[in-house]
Each structure stands twice: as C-alpha cells, then as structure tokens.
C-alpha cells in the first residue's frame, strides 16, 4: 500500500516588514508587499500563478508499506519560486527569479515510519546592491530566501511535519496535508538576511538558520488585525528589545495590541502561561474587564506591536477574542 503526505511553506512579504530606505521602493509603488495567504490554501497552482507569494517549498513524500514493513520510498515534491515584477509609472517589468537546486536529504527510514527533509528557496532577479559584514563586503545579487521542511510518514499512514530551518526573512507560513495554515515562523530581521544571507551562511554553503515556529492566531484574531491596520484611525506602533516588557500584570490599561512581528510570552504571577506570534490581538481582557492588565507581556524576541483604540474596535468581538483567550486560565 502507497501512502502519500505533503507539507507546504509559502514565504511572503508582510506589508511593514522593512524599515528604512530599503522601504522606498515599496513605498513609491515600484514592487509591492504581499497580502496573506489564505487560512485553507484551497488551490495552490493558482495562487502561485497568480503572484501571491514568493517562494514555497513542497515537502510532498511516499512510502510503500508491504505486509507491515515499509518497503520503498521517495521524493514528490519541489521547491517554486516567482519572478519579480517592477513597475515605473504604466510601464513594468519582470524579473526572472533564481531558484537554487533542491536539497533533499536521504530519508531516514525506521522500522515504523520514514523521514524527510526537504530544502528550497532561492533569490529576486532584481539586483539588490549592498555592503554586507563579511568578504566580499559587497553584493549585487539579492540575499537569498529559503525553508528548511520535515515530514515524518509512519507506516500506518499517519503523518507530521516541522520546520526546522528557515531564512531571517521574508514571513514563512506553513500548511499541513489538508492545506491548512498550521504554523508560521514568528520573527522577521530584515537587516540580517540583507547582511548575511549569502555563500556560504545559507544550506547550499554549510548554515542553516533556525526557525522561531509559533502557532497560528484565530481567524476572528486575523480579520480584527485587518481592521485595525486598515482603518481610518492608523495605530501607533511600538518596538520592543528582547526582554522588555510590553505590559505589567495589575496595571492599568485602555490599549489594544496587535502583534506585527516577534514573539510575546504571556506571564501570570510571574510564571509563563503562553507564547503568541505575529497576528495575536492582546490586551482585550483589561478593556473588558475592569481596565487592568490581567498578565504581564514580555518580549521573547525583538517585538514590533501596532497600538489601537478600543473605541475603533467592535465590542462583540472584543468579547469573543477575550472568551477564546482566557490565557491566564491556562495550567
């Protein structure tokens, strides 16, 4: 019997991903942030047809079990990759992406169950010419951008997937068999790919980074953080260092947040209950509940969060994040 599993990273640009002057072409027009993908990536060929993301890794493996013993197995999937496209007034221009050679590790077979680890990404075809911090000290070419994937197929026909390494930037989603967004790396440093992500500080020299993974936020979670960077009313944006504290337990409070990038730990009574990534509505159980904080929020990594008003938010939805969260309920 042949059983067949996939897992899938797409990497796209989050709209204020870049900081600085490297932002100027986006913000005059001339190439573009990405929208999110999909919560259910219900046709992928399209989507990757239609310029929606950048790079993506499929992870897509089989094994064949005779008699209860896994006798065969092998590769399916591939890495994809779109071009880059530039435009100047009415005029555009396409430039032709670079995708680097698949690296797909030998798998690992058990008694019980196969595993399979799987490299793709590549680099734009636009030139991007920078000083970086080792020889040659300078680049033309753009850094490149990659997933590391693992997928482990037992013989029964059960499966599960990591990501186990993943380029500084750009965002990395990543869907499991059914196409459903179940992970996303947490932190983007932008300044660290631009810097360092070539030669041999990528998998295709001998260095692979490693991936900061968190779970994915609610729907209702994706949606409010539509509306609040999206809204008549722009949110005032904070950056924090890694330890710094966004919040204190028992203060008071009348802000909403939303996690843009990096990671957050939620504390109650000093303890650790939760860690949440980028998309995470916080804050709401203080607006709802008598205007204290009800845990102290604390960077993991270096933290960007968007700052709102309640008065610019729906009081129902406010609720029903709050019922969903109830983190410092959490054992």
Known sequence: MRFESTVLAVSWIPSEAISGMTRLPFDMGVTRYDDPPPDTMHNFKELLASDRFRFANELRAWIEVEDGRIVDSGYAGRGHINVSTVRLGHREAAFAAVPLPDIQHEPVTEPDSVTFTQTSGGRTGLPAPRRVRRPPYVQIAAPLAWTTLRLTIDKEGSSHSE??????????????????????????????????????HTPWGDTDSPAFVTEVESGLERELSRTIMRGRNRPQRRHLAKGQTLVEQGEPGEALFLLLDGVLAVEVDAEPVAEVGPGAILGERALLEGGRRTS????????????ASAQDIDPGVLEEIGRRHRREQAP
């Open 296 to 307: 102290t929020l604390r960077a993991v990594t270096g933290c960007r969060v968007a700052i």
């Open 163 to 200: 990501v186990v390494g993943a380029s500084p930037f750009p965002r990395h989603w990543v869907y499991d068999d059914t196409m459903q967004l179940v992970a996303k790396t947490g932190s983007i440093d932008f300044d660290s790919w631009y810097r360092d992500a070539f030669g041999k």
